[in-house]
């Protein structure tokens, strides 16, 4: 269902382009492939024809999968996640990144909004497949907010001349600062280490397996779900890689949206992440509301302007359920 | 042993002159700057390319079923790297250039903007239109024969084939809005009304992706980014030209200095030469080698001395040859001389270093035998030359004989003066001849007698 497009003319030119970058991009991510393939010159365009194939049947999908990081340097990463959890790095040693971003909440709070902030706390999952960083969409780059939350007191309000001396005297922080880092212990290398392991945390869904072509990887009611979500319009929001994250809108695009108290301002945000949306309630910007349905039923009435069934929303609530990440 | 020292200095002294060039070429010369100047072209080739790799990302969004904004975020993502590499890169610049790039970062912030505006339309806009398809086939099929109602939706219908139309750019005619329905129920004009709402939202929405689009293909960039390439080249030409004076300056400089320097050499090595041939021709014999007469005399001066120091003896053997003239007569002066040159190698074969030889005469020889303990060493010297020079000398096919007679005076035994030390020699050496030639005699005070 197309209804804008170019002339013909200039759509066949960008058809052509695209299949060279996709061939481009095979052959640059499977290296191994390229040469297995080389000297298979047949195979080549068999295989080459194949994979593009699948990867058409991908991107025909508005949601695309993830996967988890290869190769990471496993040290780094758990020195981050030490660090994620330190409450040294707060200004009263009464909160770590996880305070608010706990994992096992799904990468959330759980809370309407954290004291003194203006926004309900998202995910850190996946945060880096996000093109945009935080709700109002400021950032387009992870370290420098990283930076700015480390230096902002109401959240965490990093005391450095505290923190490094404090983390010189822990014996497994010099052991591991040592071992990773050229200088030891220093803000930047701090920074760093946290930076890798949020950039990092990469965690993918059963709903990745499926679109990977495991069929039985989720429900019937999920994939119903799945095509509603597509078919009334939910993914032209919500899509890419990260189901969101991409794009900027505001709440009431059709029918203006007042909240449940009223007090709903209406701005351009970042359209959020739906990854691991079932397990960070309360939902929207500010935390208002406490379902999932609802918001599903507010997006649907607001966004859409539909109406949904109830098995609709059902059938949607699980597809959602199914973009949770599998945690080991 | 003193060339290669000298080799290998002046080797040494080649070489650092050339680093030191070298290093002065890479100081002085403009090619840090022009290098930096390549790259920052090449860099905003970079950049241009990813810009057109955004736009072709832009347009897709337009024409894919499905608009993938990850793709044409990622595209963003990449030109703001190259955008950050091209600011690193021409950090250094002049400062129209300067200008020029925060005016392109401004442009390209802009273009980030509006494409963010534009991806919004487009992702409400594709919702308007779906809702509006569905909404209007559901109508239909509800209202097949309500003449009211169908009137209605056909002027939708057109109405929204003129927005997708006018989203391209193509104007239909417009039609004439339908009468407000009278005889509607309530449940009709719900429906009318939703359609009308959803017209409107998409009129807006296209009117707004209009100018979101319009915003990212900015004339002004492009003249911008082409302004900027001129600029870049015409400061590469002229840091280009600038490096390529220096450098022919630089070879100029190198070529006349090697040649100066080569010159000297070859004057220092000539003079050399020359003194030190004169040096050598002043002392030495040129028939033989040997150092002459005048040698002798000022070696003496310095050994007597020396010798008193270290309290050791000094020898002086005289050596004339017998028959020699014999020689000279019937074999002619040819042979003589070869037997000379023949005779003096067996001589400088048959002492240690530190003994030298003298040609005082036609065939007498002089041999000095140093820091010797006891006269019977320099006795036995004498004598293991005569063996050696006694024997028979074969000079082209011509079998010789000559002897040797051998005169041996000594420092200090029989006196400290140089004259008389080589006169007491004389005087063994003549007896020596008496006594029947070919032997070694030792000067005593009586031996006049």
């Known amino acids: 269902m197309s209804y804008i497009y170019l002339s013909t003319n200039k759509l066949e030119k960008i058809n052509i382009y695209s299949i060279l970058t996709q061939l481009n991009n095979l052959l640059r991510t499977h290296a191994l492939t390229y040469f297995y393939l080389k000297s298979y010159f047949t195979k080549l365009i068999v295989i080459v024809v194949l994979a593009s194939i699948a990867f058409q049947s991908l991107a025909s999908e508005p949601i695309l999968p993830i996967l988890k990081k290869k190769h990471l340097n496993n040290k780094k990463f758990e020195l981050g996640k030490l660090l994620f959890v330190d409450t040294r790095l707060s200004k009263n040693q009464d909160r770590s990144c996880h305070s608010c971003h706990n994992l096992a909440l799904g990468g959330a709070d759980g809370l309407k909004k954290p004291v003194n902030l203006a926004f309900n706390s998202p995910t850190i999952l996946n945060v880096s497949k996000n093109y945009y960083i935080g709700w109002k969409g400021e950032y387009s780059q992870l370290k420098p907010q990283l930076e700015m939350i480390l230096q902002k007191p109401d959240v965490m309000g990093t005391d450095w001349a505290f923190v490094i001396p404090a983390f010189k005297k822990d014996q497994l922080y010099s052991k591991l600062f040592s071992s990773i880092y050229n200088y030891g212990i220093s803000k930047e290398n701090i920074i760093d280490a946290i930076l890798y392991y949020e950039s990092n945390l990469i965690l993918p869904s059963k709903f990745d397996e499926f679109l990977l072509g495991d069929n039985d990887a989720i429900s019937l009611s999920a994939k119903q779900g799945y095509n509603n979500f597509k078919d009334y319009g939910c993914a032209s929001c919500h899509q890419g890689a990260n189901v969101g994250g991409n794009i900027f809108q505001e709440l009431g695009v059709v029918l203006p949206y007042k909240g449940i108290i009223g007090q709903y301002k209406t701005e351009k945000l970042r359209v959020p992440s739906l990854r691991n949306v079932a397990k960070t309630a309360p939902y929207f910007s500010d935390g208002t509301v406490k379902s999932l349905k609802k918001a599903i039923e507010i997006m649907a009435k607001h966004q859409l302007g539909q109406k949904l069934t109830d098995t609709e929303i059902d059938q949607i609530a699980d597809f959602l359920k199914s973009l949770d990440s599998i945690m080991e | ?449």
């Open chain 2, 1 to 449: 042993m003193k060339k290669t020292k000298l080799i290998f200095v002046l080797i040494i002294l080649s070489f650092s002159l050339i680093l030191a060039i070298y290093g002065a070429y890479h100081r002085y010369s403009n090619l840090k700057n022009t290098m930096e100047i390549q790259d920052s072209i090449l860099q905003l080739v970079e950049l241009k390319s990813a810009n057109a790799e955004w736009d072709i990302e832009l347009n897709r969004i337009h024409s894919d079923n499905i608009p993938h904004f990850d793709l044409v975020n990622s595209a963003a993502v990449k030109y703001e790297k190259e955008m950050m590499l091209f600011l690193n890169k021409t950090a250094n610049f002049k400062k129209s250039i300067q200008e020029s790039t925060a005016d392109l970062v401004i442009l390209s912030s802009m273009k980030k903007q509006s494409m963010n505006d534009y991806l919004s339309e487009v992702a409400v806009t594709r919702n308007s239109l779906k809702f509006l398809d569905t909404l209007l086939f559901f109508l239909h099929s509800q209202y097949q024969n309500d003449e009211n109602i169908l009137r209605f939706l056909t002027y939708a219908q057109h109405r929204l084939t003129t927005l997708i139309a006018s989203n391209q750019n193509i104007h239909l005619k417009e039609q004439k809005k339908p009468a407000e329905c009278q005889q509607c129920t309530l449940e009709q004009n719900e429906a009318i009304f939703k359609v009308n709402q959803h017209l409107e939202l998409l009129k807006e929405q296209v009117l707004l992706s209009h100018k979101a689009r319009e915003a990212f293909y900015n004339p002004e960039y492009e003249a911008l980014s082409t302004n900027l390439f001129d600029e870049l080249s015409s400061i590469y030409v002229e840091a280009d030209m600038v490096h390529q004076t220096i450098q022919t300056k630089v070879l100029m400089f190198t070529a006349i200095l090697v040649i100066i320097i080569v010159i000297l050499l070859i004057l220092l090595y000539w003079l050399y030469r020359t003194i030190d041939g004169h040096r050598t021709t002043g002392i030495t014999d040129p028939l033989t080698g040997l150092y002459n007469r005048k040698k002798l005399f000022e070696n003496l001066k310095n050994l007597i001395p020396s010798h008193k120091k270290s309290n050791s003896k000094l020898a002086l053997l005289f050596i004339d040859l017998d028959g020699f003239k014999s020689v000279n007569d019937t074999h002619g002066h040819d042979i003589g001389d070869k037997l000379l040159q023949l005779l003096s190698e067996r001589l400088t074969s048959s002492v240690r270093k530190q003994d030298s030889i003298y040609r005082i005469g036609g065939d007498e020889f002089i041999i000095l035998v140093q820091e010797l303990n006891r006269l019977e060493d320099a006795e036995s010297i004498a004598q293991s030359i005569l063996t050696k020079c006694n024997k028979p000398y074969l000079l082209d096919k011509n079998n010789c004989n000559v002897t040797l007679s051998i005169g041996v005076s000594l420092f200090p035994d029989h006196t400290e003066e140089p004259n008389k030390l080589l006169k007491y020699a004389d005087e063994a050496m003549y007896k020596s001849k008496r006594n029947g030639k070919g032997i070694v005699t030792t000067w005593h005070s009586d031996i006049c007698s």
